[in-house]
């Protein structure tokens, strides 16, 4: 569903990137924390999509974990040419903080 160009962009580092980069950072999250992602709504504008949608899940530590976030994707020829993610970054600050406390 990806396009070669692929550019994923999050709030929370900054820094665009490629599908690569992408997928190591969904697995690395995975490895702590897996999050259910309920839609709230979509909108669709020509080949824009936005869609809020609110994240819960626990850490393998415990700790909660649930935000509201915001996917703005474009959308060529039928494949997604970027995602950019924007979410609570205090909150990721404070459960990934919390997870190198206790792995220490």
């Known amino acids: 569903m990806l ?13 665009e990137h ?7 950072a969904s697995e690395r999250r995975a490895a702590f924390v ?4 309920d839609p709230i709504r979509s909108v ?7 869609i ?3 994240g819960d899940g626990t850490t393998v530590l415990g700790d909660r974990y649930n935000s509201t976030y915001a996917y703005v994707f474009e959308v060529r020829d039928g494949l997604l040419t970027s995602m950019r ?4 970054t205090k909150l990721v600050t404070e459960v990934l903080g919390r997870m190198g406390e206790k792995r220490s």
Do not use: I, P, Q
Request: charged share 30%.
């Open 34 to 37: 897996e999050v259910t992602m």
């Open 3 to 15: 396009s070669d160009d692929f550019t994923y962009w999050s709030n929370v580092n900054r820094t």
């Open 18 to 24: 490629d599908k690569v980069y992408l997928r190591m």
């Open 44 to 50: 669709v504008d020509g080949n824009v999509v936005v």
């Open 52 to 54: 809020e949608a609110l």
């Open 85 to 88: 993610e924007h979410t609570d």
